[in-house]
T-cell receptor, first 116, second 112 residues
């Protein structure tokens, strides 16, 4: 199956700093990618849809100025958490959809963000 | 609003059969998917139903009834490695890039 990578796999940062997370589709092109966050023992909450060459579409309640998304190429989307606070600590996962009949989404391994 | 309901926990023994139910209420519906997630790992795709009926893939089967807004995942011949969280997800928009809305997840514990 298709492979999606994320970098870094984990990051610790101080309050007030910004953190960039990369999501890459390694062996296929993805005009669309999705960003989720997941708290321990909870579901995946869709944050935004990243669109190559255009602005991201954010879900209701997600601050677009805080979670900056850039989809600069057909294989790379980035999520930047700006002015991070401890409550932003979470597991961030990206996914890219398959272009087939099963509409399968391929998920990256996730990035564990801890804000101190 | 959008909501998907599934049991929070299920426990079963090795070799048994377990069914995880999912009911949904969403503004759009283009299919129901199931994903498995082990602790600390990424979700992996298990199955997808766009039409009513049963889909079988090895030990896993998935069922959908659109009129009842209901589906289930059936796991047969349970193995210890099946201990994980299972999420149902509704494809809420059309097209190949349709976004998924996930349920809260069911933690399955398989005991020897």
């Amino acid at each position: 199956g298709a492979v999606v990578s994320q970098h870094p796999s984990w990051v610790i940062c101080k309050s007030g700093t910004s953190v960039k997370i990369e999501c890459r589709s390694l062996d296929f092109q993805a005009t669309t990618m999705f960003w989720y966050r997941q708290f321990p023992k909870q579901s995946l909450m869709l944050m935004a849809t990243s669109n190559e060459g255009s602005k991201a579409t954010y879900e209701q309640g997600v601050e677009k100025d805080k979670f900056l998304i850039n989809h600069a190429s057909l294989t790379l989307s980035t999520l930047t958490v700006t002015s991070a606070h401890p409550e932003d600590s979470s597991f961030y996962i990206c996914s890219a959809p398959e272009q087939g009949a099963r509409y399968e989404q391929y998920f990256g391994p996730g990035t564990r963000l801890t804000v101190t | 609003g959008q909501s998907l309901e599934q049991p929070s926990e299920v426990t079963a023994v090795e070799g048994a059969i377990v069914q995880i139910n999912c009911t949904y209420q969403t503004s759009g519906f283009y299919g129901l998917s199931w994903y498995q997630q082990h602790d600390g790992g990424a979700p992996t795709f298990l199955s997808y139903n766009a039409l009513d009926g049963l889909e079988e893939t090895g030990r896993f089967s998935s069922f959908l009834s659109r009129s009842d807004s209901y589906g289930y995942l059936l796991l047969q011949e349970l193995q210890m490695k099946d201990s994980a969280s299972y999420f149902c997800a509704v494809r809420a928009t059309s097209g190949n890039t349709g976004k998924l809305i996930f349920g809260q997840g069911t933690t399955l514990q398989v005991k020897p």
